[in-house]
Antibody, heavy 118, light 113 residues
């Protein structure tokens, strides 16, 4: 059974940092590009970042470039999102996701809630 | 960035009736490999999204055949032949042709009348 399990969400003050983790199982993790997508309360979906299977290719949305860093450890079947300089507008449920392009299988985690307060 | 525009944003439907959602992109989604990377996701209340359709018209595993996708270029449609109670939620289109960034439509909220 495929599983993506996010963790690390918490309540943090503006300007603070958090590190989100996503642990995968049930598929060959190292062969899949991984994404982070977020959803602000009552809002739609926003793509944030992508990392290729071997970490060679990394992309960010403009909204998080310079503040967020994606990384992965294939020995631990995990992908991470280091979030710095957090803003109230970063409050959202954060999901790790595969298959956004449509070329491979699509898997989602259950999400982890990040709340940034002023 | 490619802008994805969905309509309607709210879709009240009677059980058993058909439903249709439009998704338009600001530029053609035909990729250099000949594929069109336009996908549809469904998010039930309180749940994570899941993909229903990939590359315009291909249903993901386990997706009922009452869901169908069509379109080309910049105009795409998701159709539900007979709406069921479990279809309540928000439907999103997303383009994977001109990325980064991946861009989603605003979402269409389907509710039962």
């Amino acid at each position: 059974e495929v599983q993506l399990v996010e963790s690390g969400g918490n309540l943090v003050q503006t300007g603070g940092s958090l590190r989100l983790s996503c642990e995968a199982s049930g598929f060959i993790f190292s062969t899949y590009g991984m994404n982070w997508v977020r959803q602000a309360p009552g809002k739609g979906l926003e793509w944030l970042s992508y990392i290729s299977g071997g970490s060679v290719t990394i992309y960010y949305a403009d909204s998080v470039k310079g503040r967020f860093t994606i990384s992965r450890d294939n020995t631990k079947n995990s992908v991470y999102l280091q979030m710095n300089s957090l803003r109230v507008g970063d409050t959202a449920v954060y999901y790790c996701v595969t298959g956004l392009k449509g070329a491979r299988e699509n898997y989602w985690g259950q999400g982890t809630l990040v709340t940034v307060s002023s | 960035d490619v802008v994805m525009t969905q309509s309607p944003l709210s879709l009240p439907v009677t059980l058993g009736q058909p439903a249709s959602i439009s998704c338009r992109s600001s530029q053609s989604l035909v990729y250099s490999d000949g594929n069109t990377y336009l996908n549809w996701f469904h998010q039930r209340p309180g749940q994570s999204p899941r993909r229903l359709i990939y590359k315009v018209s291909n249903r993901d595993s386990g997706v009922p055949d009452r869901f169908s996708g069509s379109g080309s270029g910049t105009d795409f449609t998701l159709k539900i032949s007979r709406v069921e109670a479990e279809d309540v939620g928000v439907f999103y289109c997303i383009q994977g042709t001109h990325w980064p960034p991946f861009t989603f439509g605003q979402g269409t909220k389907l509710e039962i009348k």
